[in-house]
């Protein structure tokens, strides 16, 4: 893609009203556009990354069996009356209404999943299984003031399972529990599983996810040996030096919550009378449990864990590019080098932003930092004296030369 | 994919208040669930086609230089008072609160792209661009009665070009015009321009686009030499027997509308106040193109143009599956067998719908022509004594024996 016809350019400044490091970064990069408080729209380097995002997600839940499936935003009021959801989340609940028909702009879809999957589920033969979205969620944030963090529309990935009994529910939500590990390690992040109450949602068994960042909003206490951490909050007057159970040293870190799993038993099949007949040929519950994670807010999560001064700093799994190349100057050999190795790359599946444009050396040093794609390279006639190109990580300090020829490999061994 | 474990198996019936073909072969075959009037979930199977027919749409448009954005669903309500259509199109907006703040659930995106288009272009040499988005619009449509075809919430992809000139806006709509034409022969149905009225989208030139379909809604008179048609409403009182360009014998055909574009002009730009500097250093209205398609619709569109007594009849392009593999009976060999070829077609890239369950022969070969794969595979005693498998296309009348270790190698070549 050339820099120059690339919709969405830099910004010198965010609005003002935009505190958090992931909105400037991303409003001033180009990748998002404000509409209102929570509400944004992704531009196509932001789509690039958010794709990349949501397909490491999509992998992981088929990667143990979640089968993809796409529910509405607009649910009937009746579904919502049924579990009494309608009065507890009503403060962060869109209405809409449609002659004498009320709808909720979904925030959560407990309540058009259990109904669904109560019209295929009849057995125990027929479980376990497990349905997931990549869909759009509406909630009424009071405090919409962190970006991508807490939208008032975003992204998520939601996941439901369908069990006969507590034992397979068990054993798949650890299965999940794994899979999340997968997702935030693949993004780059470092994560940590966090016991928790369940809120709104739940007063069984969950997690969060607590995700190392250093600007975090949470504190979670971490046990390296355990693998596992807890919300700061959740030790209040407890012991924060010593892990309870195994006894290793505790470190605090500052982190930012970025999914949640959920043991919900029986309180939506119990809602909505979903039952099954077991092999003893009794109707019994179906027993549930339901997987989160914001795909915006994941996104959000990235930026704020791998940035610094000048800009963001994308881990290789979801960059929009691979490589973010500059020419400098208007010198004809340098233009002609510069178009031959675009579509060198390109033609290897290498996917480069080009800045082609007419800015100063300057100008475009500053938005490749802003922008943050892991490789830069750069075409002068000084690199062009040695058949070369400057080449530097974003991570890097100093760039080094390398030959035009080996451009390619390169690249292809940096992404390997 | 194992049948027996996929979530959403066929069904006998459809609801009662279902009357058109795709929404009645959709549901039973288990592609889509019914939520309320024009609102379904999309099934695993249904998914498939969907993200197929997204795919190729998106494919066309990248072709015509159009890049990928996301705009939101909650519009602000300044941003529809500011173009009047909160008036003009009141009867179809739903509407939602948050405290004083009201939004529209986006119909369509003229009024956020216009003014997001705005805070990224200044100059003359910032056009011509185009930006596209694969998202959900609400409508609340009085008669959403046609499955797929008439959906209060539904899926598309909208357009929105912006240029400096009347002659750049013709140039970039016939571009338009022929990749709108390519998604439709690349989902395997006929299709026409058809010159139209814009109805509330604009008062300027615009056209749909009539897909031939044997239960269509709309009549359509076809120039088969001009490659282009008109709505038989459009010439009440006219000649309908010979094209009145060329001369030509017209025809007509039974059609559906799925797909329309738009020479918008510069009503929204000034609505918006949308200006840009031009060459000649005067500033002028931006003039815009709009370009729609729906893409649910499109997949009700197509199984309203391939079906039969017996199911549906999904083009190559657009199947969930390439393969519907039937093992019959509880014979040790055929299931070996059966698990050995599904093993074997799928490490060769083949995607198979694997019919493992003990249900007798007639149910499943009744579910795979309800399904409509293209390709139906049956191993059963008889055919293992031959070494060989059953081979039928959806649209055959008789199946033909194939030796097993030719079997990949068919359906290659059948997808070739």
Not at 200 to 221: R, Y
């Amino acid at each position: 893609m050339r820099y120059s016809k690339l919709f969405g350019k830099t910004k010198n400044d965010a609005p003002h009203d935009e505190n958090s490091i992931n909105a400037k970064l991303l409003l001033r990069g180009g990748f998002i556009d404000k509409v209102a408080a929570g509400i944004y729209n992704m531009l196509p380097l932001g789509i690039r990354v958010l794709d990349k995002v949501k397909q490491i997600i999509r992998e992981e839940m088929n990667a143990v069996d979640g089968q993809e499936i796409l529910m509405p935003t607009l649910h009937p009021i009746e579904l919502w009356t049924t579990t009494g959801r309608d009065k507890t989340m009503d403060e962060i609940l869109y209405r809409t209404h449609a002659g004498d028909k009320e709808f909720v702009l979904g925030p959560s879809h407990e309540e058009t999943v259990t109904p669904l999957a109560q019209r295929y589920t009849k057995s125990y033969k027929d479980m376990p299984f497990a349905i997931y979205q990549l869909q759009t969620k509406f909630r009424n944030e009071p405090r919409a003031k962190s970006g991508l963090l807490r939208g008032r529309e975003f992204g998520m990935k939601d996941m439901y399972s369908f069990h006969t009994s507590n034992e397979s529910l068990d054993e798949y939500y650890d299965r999940v529990k794994d899979a999340y590990l997968r997702v935030y390690e693949r993004c780059g992040l470092t994560a940590y599983p966090m016991a928790a109450s369940g809120g709104a949602f739940t007063q069984n068994l969950s997690h969060e996810f607590g995700i190392k960042t250093p600007a975090g909003e949470d504190t979670m206490v971490v046990c390296k040996k355990c693998n596992t951490a807890l919300n700061a909050e959740l030790l209040e007057g407890k012991d924060k030096s010593k892990c309870a159970k195994c006894g290793t040293e505790l470190i605090e870190e500052k982190a930012i919550e970025a999914g949640n799993i959920f043991k919900l038993g029986t309180k939506y099949s119990e809602a909505f009378d979903m039952k099954f007949v077991d092999e003893d040929g009794k109707e019994k519950y179906v027993i549930m449990g339901c997987y989160g994670i914001g795909t915006t807010r994941l996104m959000g999560t990235i930026v704020e864990a791998f940035n610094d001064e000048k800009g963001i700093i994308w881990p290789k799994s979801v960059t929009p590019y691979h490589v973010y190349m500059i020419s400098i100057g208007a010198n004809e050999d340098v233009i002609k080098e510069s178009e031959k190795l675009y579509k060198e790359l390109a033609d290897a599946g290498i996917d480069v932003l080009y800045d082609d444009r007419s800015e100063s050396p300057g100008k475009k040093f500053n938005d490749a930092d802003l922008i943050g794609i892991p490789l830069r390279i750069v075409i002068s006639e000084k690199t062009l004296k040695e058949e070369s190109v400057e080449l530097k990580e974003r991570t890097d300090k100093e760039a080094r030369l390398i030959l035009i020829k080996d451009a390619k490999q390169e690249i292809i061994n940096f992404y390997k």
